[in-house]
């Protein structure tokens, strides 16, 4: 590689450079003024705004980087409007769990290693966005891997309760196990292929007669690894006690961002790997190797049907929330099994959609916890009467996951089911429905306990900052926004739907 392509590969990998320079300036600080961490958390948050910015720089780009060879057209990494848009997920994430970790009593009882805490979230968020951006296997697995670590420990790093650790072991032995079958995975796939590039791999399966059991055994492998992040049946085990176990903050954002990177890299790793082309419709014509959609559509219905059944009789609210992530995963995968350019760009719109109502829902959750550091359902118990702008936010979330107009949740799955119906996967979308008004009634669960339920004559109101009535309030305001006015967001969403 000539000092001209290493120049403009570094380039077009500035947002990752600014994540790793700027997780090198949190730990620089850290370690400098060790005795006051305020300034911290705001660190970390110009170097998510000036990230931000250099990926909105890049929107238009459609271009790779670190190409080792001529014929290695598509380099390592990515460049392209779907990576950058998903990057804007993951960083907007960042933005409001810090936020979040700013406003938790959990995180303030940790004040004297908040840096590290951090420092360890810049760790994901750098894994992440070089999740959604690679092209090649040995980049994917690092990326991957450097999710996963710093996960595994924020996930017990408060170290306040006996679940902390419970739950960063629990997370950390099923992640190690779905790790390794990835990582065997990957190596069946080189075996087969002797290439690690997606797009020599995909050149390779059309013009190569290649085994179709191994190669199917490897493909299920590398996607145990993704379905792990997804929570996707049956590799969600760990879902709910990790989620009920792991700081709020920290819950919320397992809850969101990983899910964005993992399913990212899904459909990079199917439409790079296995599409032979594109037709006039936009539908994927799949090289006849390994049957996605089959595979897609029973774990997407599979993983709705447990999660929204199971849901239904939780009573922490953290669990409930838990399972009901691993049913949006389902949503999520169906759409992907539509194989389309609509069915990707509906997947696309309906993270953004999951992104503000789970995020905004969490944040609740955690302020109420905060107040009386409880998460049972039978603590937000009059909730409407005594903090009225906590639980009339709360019940926009809801209403929005549920999927009921006119919420930008309604839309968002509306989108999908079309998507879905175009495919004419019809029994696909009449179970979905089902699953649709199954969650309505555990969401309509947590209204009555809100608004309905019998409490003391005299509640207090819960104490909460100004900063945060207004991150809540943003948050319930855009999903009602884009419930009404969402001609604009889709139309940038579709044309963020171009990969490289």
Do not use: C
């Not at 219905?301 to 399972?323: E, S, V």
């Not at 389309?340 to 719109?349: F, K, P």
């Not at 109101?461 to 943003?474: G, Q």
């Amino acid at each position: 590689m000539d000092f001209a392509n290493l120049h403009l590969s570094l380039s077009n990998i500035l947002p990752e450079i600014s994540i790793a320079v700027f997780l090198m300036l949190v730990v620089g600080f850290d370690l400098i003024f060790h005795e006051d961490k305020k300034l911290i958390p705001y660190l970390a948050l110009l170097g998510l705004i000036v990230t931000g910015f250099l990926v909105v720089r890049n929107m238009g780009i459609t271009d790779s980087a670190f190409a080792v060879t001529s014929m290695n057209s598509g380099g390592m990494v990515a460049v392209d409007p779907f990576s950058n848009y998903f990057k804007l997920i993951i960083i907007l994430a960042s933005v409001i769990v810090i936020f979040f970790s700013m406003s938790s009593s959990e995180i303030k009882a940790i004040y004297k290693r908040s840096g590290e805490y951090y420092a360890l979230m810049y760790g994901m968020i750098l894994g992440m966005i070089l999740m959604v951006s690679a092209v090649d296997l040995i980049l994917i697995y690092l990326s991957v891997e450097l999710l996963s670590l710093s996960s595994y420990v924020l996930a017990g790093f408060t170290k306040l309760r006996n679940r902390n650790s419970e739950a960063s072991l629990k997370y950390i032995i099923y992640g190690s196990a779905a790790s390794g079958m990835m990582l065997y995975g990957i190596s069946v796939l080189y075996g087969l292929t002797g290439a690690t590039n997606l797009f020599e791999i995909n050149n390779i399966l059309q013009t190569t007669q290649i085994n179709i059991f191994t190669l199917s055994f490897s493909i299920i492998l590398i996607f145990v690894g993704l379905g792990f992040k997804l929570s996707a049946v049956p590799f969600h085990f760990w879902t709910p006690d990790v989620y009920e176990g792991a700081p709020l903050p920290i819950t919320a954002y397992l809850s969101v961002a990983s899910k964005a990177a993992a399913l990212a890299l899904l459909i990079r790793f199917v439409h790079s790997t296995f599409v032979g082309y594109v037709d006039t419709n936009g539908f994927w014509d799949m090289i006849s190797v390994f049957d996605w959609q089959t595979l897609l559509i029973v774990i997407a219905l599979f993983t709705m049907t447990l999660g929204n059944l199971t849901a239904l009789w939780q009573k922490n609210l953290k669990r409930l929330l838990a399972y009901s992530s691993i049913a949006h995963a389902g949503y999520l995968l169906l759409g992907l099994a539509v194989l389309s350019n609509a069915g990707m760009s509906a997947v696309m719109l309906y993270f953004l959609a999951y992104l503000i109502m789970n995020l905004g829902a969490f944040y609740v959750v955690m302020l109420v916890s905060n107040d009386n550091d409880k998460e049972s359902i039978d603590d937000i118990n009059g909730l409407g009467f005594s903090s009225p702008l906590l639980a009339v936010p709360l019940s926009i979330f809801l209403v929005s996951l549920a999927g009921i107009p006119p919420t930008f949740g309604f839309v968002a799955k509306l989108n999908l089911f079309a998507a879905v119906i175009d495919a004419n996967l019809i029994t696909a979308v009449i179970i979905a429905l089902l699953n649709t008004v199954v969650s309505v009634y555990y969401y309509s669960r947590l209204l009555k306990h809100m608004y309905f339920n019998k409490i003391e004559d005299t509640v207090a109101a819960i104490k909460v900052s100004k900063t945060d009535t207004t991150i809540v309030l943003i948050l319930a305001g855009l999903i009602i926004f884009f419930g009404i006015f969402f001609n604009n967001v889709i139309e940038f969403v579709k044309n963020s739907a171009q990969l490289l």
